[in-house]
């Protein structure tokens, strides 16, 4: 059998060098013909016809299997082809099944897409620090060197094929492999280690779970997530980038706020199963509140300042009546309960992070951390305080914690630890937090917005997390949930992790579980990170050394000069890696064929790998054509990025 | 020649380097905590290999105990020997190489000739023909995965090598040609004048004068071929199909689907080993090709 194909392979092969050969000195002559009739002298002829000769197995090969393929495959993307069955033409049906997500082959589309945003997102930069720490690491002329930099390449080479994946797969069993069981040995050896894998195996789980809450819950596909993240993240590098004017800067950290709040938003909306309501309206109105919260934040004198407070008015009106519109009741105690604590968390940090630091601000957030000190105390020591009144307030502010109203997830009994989800705790914090912001005021930038960042995730999570299951906290949405009948299942693993701080025995199931198959081949392509690594190798390579000893005479540490010279000077190789790992994250085949298993196919896949598995066992053409486009428009858009702004957007030598 | 004395160069500076580094006590623990590093990091990128070949010649029963052993007491190279016997290996091994070489004839034959066209011979419109050749680098391969599948399904040629060998003569890889007519633009052009003045016609000139000379980069072009070839799992997923027609990748990849329990994991293995042995070793006498290539030629710019 197999004999017999590889001389039918032969054979062919014969046939193909023959024609090629023909094809190709016709080719030449055809071309010869053309320079006779405009008249070229004898000796470009000659030239025109061994150029095109010698050229024309790829001319042909363009031809056959570039430029036909890729326009039969634009045509078939706009049928209903089928392998063996008739061609119908039904325009951009294809395209809006997978883009919108409508049926199955969409929804699979969807899920692969956010499946390759969260590579881009977590796997890609993970990716690349480890390229770089490979790179610098190896930038030092040792003896020796060379064999660790081939040390380090090597796996690059083996990744390409299955044999070493299928090590990883077994090196990774969830029961007894490599990795859990060296892990465990550490943790027994070092208790410190032992806390700290169990750190990571919560919080990997609670991220995974959340994760997985967002890809199902989507009613409206990925696009409306996607969009927004991608333009915070172009903000968000606009803002990394250095040699930015102060007000750029303002705008740029009001609008990833904005759409990072809102976003958030969204999130909560989808956590609320509102499905009757269009979550756009939430995400909308969210999105319009915090603009007004945020304008207001932002210092001005005079008139401007007079503008502003009116816009930011008119937008938190507009946020409240869409809010309203989408079915909260603004003026009820339930909405209060939210919008104030979030309002004043959110103004708080907001003052902090955004614009030139000010008195006012100072006043002003101290007054915020007075209040917030008082309603602690209250909250704290309601018996001496006494007074019915303080407590509610504090239960209002404290999102319920002391709430024994019972849901049918038990949510605030168990998505937080009891005593991350104590009043003591949650007040103490925020006054610590925004005291220490208050107090850090002119005097150490960084560290102020670092706080006022990690602070604003806290809240944020914290916030998001009561939203999620908030059903207590919202009488319109338990309403909502009755009437409707739908439960909020989607974050059902995102409870259920953050439910509990696993234990001594427990290990990461790897490919046994949708939570961590993710996490595993972001291990693999670490290991796997060789071409970054020399990709930064070669641009740390052409660092000039006289940049290093000026600074050094200058006094400049460690830490500054790999920030203020390294990182610069390598910015090219940087956003060149960037781009590369994007375009790898939606190519990614072998790792998923070599890692999935039936529970985990869904959380793995790739675009390029649904192509794979979908179009051929199914032989659906068009659509498989259709999800191919897309790919490749995305594909092109960010390689045309890289060529467009690799020179502009990132520092080169001069 | 050149990389020779670079080499030398290179050499000199690490050990004035390290004289200069161990010189102080604090430079010294410097260097002491860089090898500790690199050392740990070793570890990590050779450790799948390493338990690979440990696990590969452990018994059935030592796979089954605690994987924290990495060695097995008694090396079983009867595990070897079984793998040698099986005849879906050896004809997936036979496939394999007989698929390679046919891919690496074709492709690295007319690979060079498309770039002697671009680099060596000067005629109107190369430049035009040469600028749609490296834009269809940019194009991922999805653009043209189904058409031509449809096109081989049409053909007849589903469950033959054909799909996997033949588009390779059409001189398959423009980065392939791309890196050959840089090498050979640095070919002094007098000799091919010389030979032209002599009446040798370009076919000549391209066998006897350019090809010798471009040894070098014919053989980087034919590794990076050899190993994108060899390890190449899906196109032979598509359109082989047939277990006899398998190769190495399939192989290895299907064993993931047996319904053995316990599974045999040093059976497995011993096939990986025995499937990543020549990449491993070309990659081992060419790497300098593959690290140095990059690193010089880097981004910039």
Known sequence: MASEARFHNLEWALYTVIFIVISSVLLGALARLVARLFRLSGAEQRKIFWGFTFAGPWIIGFFIFVLGPALASLYYSFTDYQLG????????????????????????????????????????????????????????ELPGIRAFRMIFYMPVILAGGPAILLAWRYMLASNGGF??????????????????????IYGTEAFNGFYIGIMRGDPLGPWKYTLPALLAGLLLFALIRGEWSEGKRVLAWRGATIIGIAVAFRLMSKGLMAQPIDPAWIYAGGAAALAGIILLAHERRGLARLIQVVTALAALAVGALVLDRAGFDVASRESVRYLVPLGLVATALGFSAVGPWTRRKSAVLWAVVGAFGLIALARHAPGEMGGDRLEVVARYLTFGSTIETKTDLDYLQTAFPEWLMSATWFYGLAVAVLAGIALLGDRWPRARRALSIGAAAFFGLMAIGSFLDGRAYFGAFVDLAEATGKTNYHFAMFHQALNQFPDRTRVPLWMNSELWSKPALILITMWSSGTGMLIFLAALKSVPRALYEAA????????????????????????????????AALQTFEIIYMLQ????????????????????????????AAMSWILVVIILTLTALQFRYSRSWVHYEA | MATQTQ???INRAARLDLARLTRHGGQRLRVLLLYALLLAGAAFFLFPLVWMVGTSLKTIEEVGRSQLHLLPAEPQWRNYDKLLNEEAFYRAYANSIFIVTIVLLGTVTSVSLVAFSFSRLEWRGRNVVFALMMSTLMLPYQATLVPQYVMFHELNWLRTFNPITLPGFFAGGAALIFLLRQFMLGIPRELD???MIDGAN????????????????????????????????????????????????????????????????????????????????????????????????????
């Open chain 1, 597 to 624: 298993t039936p529970l985990t196919r869904d959380s793995l896949s790739s675009a390029a790998f649904l192509l794979y598995a979908r179009t051929f066992s199914e032989l659906r053409i068009g659509e498989g």
């Open chain 1, 179 to 200: 990795v859990n069981e060296a892990m465990r040995k550490l943790g027994d050896l070092f208790f410190v280690f032992d806390y700290l894998y169990r750190l990571f």
């Open chain 2, 193 to 195: 004048e010389a030979a």
């Open chain 2, 202 to 301: 370009p076919l000549q000139i391209w066998w006897h004068i350019i090809m010798p000379l471009s040894r070098p980069a014919v053989a980087t072009i034919s590794v990076f071929l050899f190993v994108g070839q060899w390890n190449n799992l899906m196109m032979p997923l598509i359109y082989l199909q047939k277990p006899a027609l398998y190769t190495m990748p399939i192989y290895v990849a299907q064993k993931l689907n047996l319904q053995e329990s316990p599974l045999p994991w040093q059976d497995m293995m011993a096939a990986s080993v025995l499937f990543v042995i020549p990449v491993l070793v070309v990659f081992l006498f060419t790497q300098r090709y593959f690290i140095e290539g990059i690193t010089t030629t880097g981004t910039k710019g």
């Open chain 1, 85 to 140: 069955q008739s061609i119908e033409w039904i325009g951009l049906d294809n395209y809006r099944a997978l883009l919108l997500g409508e049926g199955r082959q969409g929804r699979m589309f969807n899920t692969s897409m956010l499946n390759s945003f969260y590579y881009a997102l977590l796997g890609v930069p993970l990716q690349i620090t480890a390229a770089l720490a490979m790179a610098m690491l190896l930038n030092n």
């Open chain 2, 7 to 9: 080499t030398q160069d």
């Open chain 1, 552 to 583: 050094e005479v200058d006094g400049a540490n460690t830490l500054q000069r790999f920030l203020k010279i390294t990182l610069p000077m390598i910015s090219p190789a940087m956003f060149y890696n960037i781009v590369i790992g994007v375009i």
